[in-house]
């Protein structure tokens, strides 16, 4: 009985990658300059909706009471980095069916010194050219009834391109703020 009960994990797949509306007085882009009140730390934060599609092939509506996802950043010359993370709850999946919905992920990413950073460049270098960026990702699928016992990870990887212009901006701007006030600290070593 419990084979043939037992929850059958879902077909995922990625629809679209794409910027969040941000909330009225807020802002779905963020990004800090390296200055001396912050220690000279710089980086970015992006708000995403990920579209995802859901196929439940079990013979019954399979309740899960929490997804929670990490997002990391790691190519052949990148060490796997974390630079995201996002969570959903009470989400209801019918038998035989597909279904989407929004899971919204928080892309954030600061460092110490931005022009040394392999995983900052390679965010921006993708951006600024519109090449995809190679993402992995593991949601923690916490399925009702059963998660207190069994709670599976789903991996996998994907690739999107920036969903705006505007991230592509806030990113050369983290870089250019840094490189002028590197060139300013120098000369007002001078003064």
Same mark, same amino acid.
């Given at each position: ?35 001396? #009140?912050?220690?000279? !730390?710089?980086?970015? *934060?992006? $708000?995403?909706? %990920?579209?995802? =599609?859901? @196929? ?73 050219? #519109?090449?995809?960026? !190679?993402?992995?990702? *593991?949601? $923690?699928?916490? %399925?009702?009834? =059963?998660? @207190? ?43």
């Amino acid at each position: 009985m419990v084979y043939i009960f037992w929850p059958k994990i879902p077909e995922v797949s990625i629809a679209s990658v794409v910027l969040s509306d941000a909330p009225e007085g807020s802002q779905s882009l963020r990004y800090e300059i390296p200055n001396s #009140q912050n220690g000279n !730390k710089g980086g970015v *934060e992006i $708000d995403l909706d %990920i579209h995802v =599609i859901v @196929k439940n092939d079990n013979f019954y509506d399979l309740n899960v009471h929490n997804l929670d996802t990490r997002v990391y950043l790691q190519t052949e010359s990148l060490d796997k980095a974390e630079i995201g993370k996002g969570s959903s709850k009470d989400l209801k999946f019918p038998k035989h069916e597909t279904t989407e919905f929004v899971l919204p992920v928080t892309i954030g990413y600061y460092v110490e010194d931005i022009l040394t950073d392999n995983a900052l460049i390679y965010l921006l270098k993708s951006c600024s050219m #519109q090449t995809p960026i !190679k993402i992995k990702y *593991e949601v $923690d699928i916490g %399925i009702s009834l =059963i998660e @207190k016992i069994y709670k599976p990870t789903y991996k996998g990887d994907q690739s999107f391109s920036c969903p705006v212009s505007d991230v592509a901006g806030g990113l050369t701007g983290v870089l250019l703020s840094d490189i002028y006030s590197n060139i300013s600290q120098y000369f007002s070593s001078f003064f």
